[in-house]
């Protein structure tokens, strides 16, 4: 079963648009990653926050986490067509060892 | 360097075969975990491997699905007696070490008629 929400469900935006999803979790948490998938290929790992940290930064993306209301967003800003993806977060649960568990994606569409 | 392979990248099987699923983690990688991705959905984990033992394999959805990992680097996933609801995207990653980034394969699609 996946370990939470995500939300929007799917977004479309104009590229140089800001782009944002949220992503929710049930249980205690050691980090939460957020993975970039292209149509038809693998999970590209996008950037890890730990749990006692609140905000990072990799270049146009920033994340931020709010453990006590278990949720966290990603924030791709000036988005180009080639953001056009689906992302997903993860989270490594303290209880649950080193597997990773999944939202249901978000599908971003960035329009040119 | 080189990064997770899998193969084959495209399974079709007649419902009732048996199937198997090869994995090449990145090289030195303590760490190999199997997803499987249903359409549109997020990939669910089905069995983890620190070098060549199975630590966890409580994804795993039937006694139909077995995983080896027997020297510690290529694994194999094998579905017996393939369902058509084994019908999806099997993905697998691995990692440096026991926590943190996981780096993933382009996964095999598997299709069962």
């Known amino acids: 079963s996946q370990q939470g929400e995500e939300d929007p469900q799917a977004l479309s935006i104009q590229e140089g648009e800001n782009a944002t999803m949220n992503c929710s979790y049930k249980t205690s948490i050691n980090n939460l990653q957020w993975y970039r998938q292209n149509s038809g290929r693998g999970l590209v790992h996008l950037i890890l926050?730990?749990?006692?940290?609140r905000e990072k930064h990799s270049g146009r993306l920033r994340v931020t986490l709010d453990t006590s209301k278990k949720s966290s967003s990603l924030l791709i800003t000036a988005s180009r067509a080639a953001d056009t993806a689906s992302y997903f977060c993860?989270?490594?649960?303290?209880?649950?060892?080193?597997?990773?568990?999944f939202g249901g994606g978000t599908r971003v569409l960035v329009k040119p | 360097g080189a990064g997770v392979s899998q193969s084959p990248r495209y399974k079709v099987a007649k419902r009732g075969q048996d199937v198997a699923l090869r994995c090449d983690p990145i090289?030195?990688?303590?760490?190999l975990f199997w997803y499987q991705q249903a359409l549109g959905q997020g990939p669910e984990f089905l069995t983890y491997f620190q070098n060549e033992a199975q630590l966890d394999k409580s994804g795993l959805p039937s006694d139909r699905f077995f995983a080896e990992r027997p020297e510690g680097s290529v694994s194999t996933l094998k579905i017996q007696r393939t369902q058509q609801e084994d019908s999806a995207v099997y993905l697998c990653?691995?990692?440096?070490?026991?926590?943190?980034?996981?780096?993933f394969g382009p996964g095999t699609r598997l299709t069962v008629t």
């Open positions: 090289s030195g990688h303590v760490s």
């Open positions: 926050i730990r749990s006692n940290e």
């Open positions: 990653a691995s990692s440096p070490g026991t926590t943190g980034e996981q780096y």
């Open positions: 993860a989270t490594d649960a303290a209880a649950a060892g080193n597997k990773l568990t």
